[in-house]
């Protein structure tokens, strides 16, 4: 779905606003494709952005919260 070129460029736009650090062993807001799914999902907070029509969409306020995907 992403370049992975792209990829290591993109991050969360939540995480990265945050002062907290990220966890060991990754980049703060680091974004990965989720599987089966046109979506980037942050490997820190667990937020999914989603692509519509080809297009990522990377507002906080249109993101997947990890407690809504489990509902």
């Given at each position: ?42 490997k ?28």
């Amino acid at each position: 779905m992403v370049d992975p070129e792209l990829l290591k460029i993109l991050a969360c736009p939540y995480c990265v606003t945050r002062p907290e650090p990220a966890p060991k062993g990754t980049v703060k807001g680091e974004l990965e494709p989720k599987p089966g799914a046109e979506a980037l999902k942050c490997k820190q907070c667990g937020r999914e952005y989603h692509a519509e029509g080809g297009i990522l969409n990377l507002l906080i306020e249109e993101a997947t919260l990890p407690e809504d995907a489990n509902s």
